[in-house]
């Protein structure tokens, strides 16, 4: 054509696309990961650029694996936390060994210990609802004093098993170290719909106690597979991530097993964080383990000691 074009386009020209490193996530120790020595486990997790790992505490086998993963952290490995979770037919109401985790972790500062009971194993060993209660209520306490947070991790089958009911006892102990966890396999595998889960979501994050937040994959048989082969629609909640939780995400990685597994896991998280309408992004990074850290605010932790055995009765 002859005639010279405006300067200006008539279409808006579309932005720079944001850059994104998408936010990294966190295996248990376990899926494969628990059977290889762990400067292994760390060398392969950093390799497929997983943040770090969280490791359990309730074995003495455990213990030795988290402290070797403790003294290994650097830069690009971290450890979100310490689990344990209790089964009253082997420790009845004995909780000495979350006392020894807590004094492991102290040390580093901001790790907390992620916490869940279960009133039986196969219908047999029951706790009461005033067992838990005091139990908890002493690891709090304990915790506070080393300034260690505790977060209570809601799971299927166990005494509660979603983050309302877990709300309810963290609010209930009312404690500035005791939070609560968000785990959205827990919730699906308890029967939550979509609703309630992001009910309890937006209840969580009001209290200001969502401490944590845990992810996987999900189809039509199990809600705790690879980011590889999840085909649940996760974008409401994605979107409740994106705008509400700044904080380190926990992968459940029970049914994963070899390295190609992990890094296809990895390669389908960093799709699916960075290229939907809600992008989860390690530069929004807000580190969770010293945002939750008691040492970081004003409140005034508990000056009283608990004994450094549990108060409660120890099963035979």
Not at 84 to 111: L, R
Not at 222 to 229: C, E, K, L, P, V
Not at 295 to 305: C, I, Y
Request: charged share 20%; net charge negative.
């Amino acid at each position: 054509p002859t005639s010279t074009p405006s300067s200006s386009p008539t279409s808006t020209p579309s932005m720079e696309p944001i850059q994104c490193t998408p936010r990294k996530i966190y295996p248990w120790d376990l899926g494969g990961l628990d059977t290889m020595n762990t400067s292994d486990t760390k060398d392969q997790l950093v390799n497929q650029r997983y943040g770090g790992i969280i490791p359990l505490g309730r074995t003495a086998d455990q213990r030795l694996r988290l402290q070797e993963y403790l003294d290994m952290q650097d830069e690009t490995f971290n450890v979100m936390g310490a689990y344990i979770n209790h089964k009253s037919k082997a420790y009845g109401t004995n909780i000495s060994d979350h006392y020894t985790v807590i004094d492991m972790i102290a040390p580093y500062d901001g790790v907390p210990m992620f916490i869940t009971f279960r009133s039986f194993d196969k219908g047999l060993g029951p706790i009461s609802v005033a067992d838990l209660l005091q139990m908890v209520t002493d690891i709090v306490a304990y915790a506070a004093t080393k300034n260690v947070p505790i977060i209570y991790y809601p799971h299927e089958l166990n005494m509660i098993e979603t983050v309302s009911e877990g709300l309810e006892l963290v609010n209930l102990i009312d404690e500035p170290n005791f939070g609560i966890a968000f785990n959205l396999h827990h919730e699906l595998n308890a029967g939550q719909t979509t609703e309630q889960i992001v009910a309890s979501w937006e209840a969580a994050k009001q209290s200001g106690k969502l401490w944590s937040v845990n992810l996987a994959g999900a189809d039509d048989t199990s809600n705790f597979i690879s980011f590889a082969d999840n085909t649940l629609d996760m974008s409401p909640l994605l979107k409740l991530i994106s705008e509400d939780y700044e904080g380190r995400i926990g992968f459940m990685n029970g049914k994963l097993s070899t390295a190609a597994d992990y890094a296809d896991n990895v390669a389908a998280w960093n799709t699916l964080s960075t290229t939907g309408q809600y992008k989860l992004c390690e530069e929004d990074l807000v580190d969770s383990l010293q945002a939750i850290s008691p040492t970081s605010t004003p409140t005034v932790l508990p000056t009283s000691t608990p004994s450094s055995s549990p108060t409660s009765t120890p099963s035979s």
